[in-house]
């Protein structure tokens, strides 16, 4: 939120000068906790080690002790409970019918009135009009969405006009070299069935 409205001030004709009050909140030593903590999840956790981020996780299996040790990360059992306790709750779960609608009107309740929600998995995780709620009575301090449902958002959605949300035009793998990968691995998983091999990337494992 401060980096959309921090560019806006410093491009602004209007900008004489910087207010020294116009403070942001600090990723140092702050809690996040991440709701799935599949291969993406796990990566997100070991870059959050770097800033001294207190990890929380929640998964629909616990990760080995030895996974949790090397990144710090602390399993909790109920969603609940990390909602309650994170500073930043990011969502990195695959949209299945169990994780529609995710986070609702009372999950966000139980989220910290300074917390932010980041969402990088799929808009439909979250219920959009209970976000612009809560968004818009404070109950969350903000949101930072790269995903959202539809895409892109009708222009008079009100998501859109709230001051105390980003959105980016799920962007999250928007490289060159992340595409590329991506294209090199589609063609080894399909060179593999033409040759009858193990497939590097199943999607179901037998």
């Known amino acids: 939120m401060y980096l959309h409205t921090g560019c806006q001030i410093a491009l602004s004709p209007n900008t004489k000068y910087f207010a020294v009050d116009w403070l942001g909140v600090e990723v140092t030593r702050a809690t996040l906790g991440i709701i799935g903590m599949g291969s993406i999840g796990y990566k997100v956790a070991q870059r959050a080690r770097a800033f001294n981020m207190r990890i929380l996780y929640h998964n629909r299996n616990r990760r080995r002790q030895e996974e949790e040790e090397a990144v710090g990360a602390h399993y909790c059992a109920k969603m609940e409970d990390l909602l309650q306790q994170s500073d930043f709750v990011m969502l990195v779960v695959n949209l ?29 995780v979250i219920d959009q009009d209970a976000l612009v709620e809560a968004l818009q009575n404070k109950v969350i ?54 040759n009858d091999q193990p497939i590097p990337s199943e999607v179901f494992p037998k």
Do not use: F
């Open 96 to 124: 299945t019918p169990e994780t529609h609608k995710l986070i609702g009107k009372k999950e966000l309740g139980l989220m910290k009135p300074t917390a932010t929600l980041i969402n990088i998995s799929r808009g439909a």
């Open 141 to 194: 301090r903000a949101a930072a969405l790269d995903v959202t449902y539809p895409e892109p958002l009708p222009r008079d959605h009100p998501l859109l006009n709230l001051n105390n949300v980003i959105i980016t035009p799920h962007i999250g793998t928007a490289t060159v070299q992340a595409i590329r990968m991506m294209a090199e691995e589609a063609i080894a998983n399909m060179l593999a069935v033409l």
